[in-house]
């Protein structure tokens, strides 16, 4: 998808065409706009953090019914080592 058509997309999206109105308003009532466009991306990356690790727990969640937390844990950190020494030697 290129960088139009994600655009477009957003502009299509009703949560977009929802908070645009409510980020104007934010912004033409603040004296620093600068700073609260710093604290609303802050917030944007830890909201999408937050969503990811809820996403990550509710797939694990069938798995700890099935095995304990710990073979989990193992096997999650052997991938991510695997990845990053993966990610080493393509760099």
Known sequence: MTMTDETQQSRRDP??????????????????????????????EVECRRMEDDAVREALEPLGDRFPLETLARVAAAMAQQSAMGDAQVA
Do not use: F, I
């Open 15 to 44: 949560l977009v065409e929802h908070v645009v109105p409510l980020l104007a308003k934010a912004m033409a009532s603040t004296q620093d706009t600068e700073e609260l466009w710093s604290y609303l991306q802050e917030r944007v």
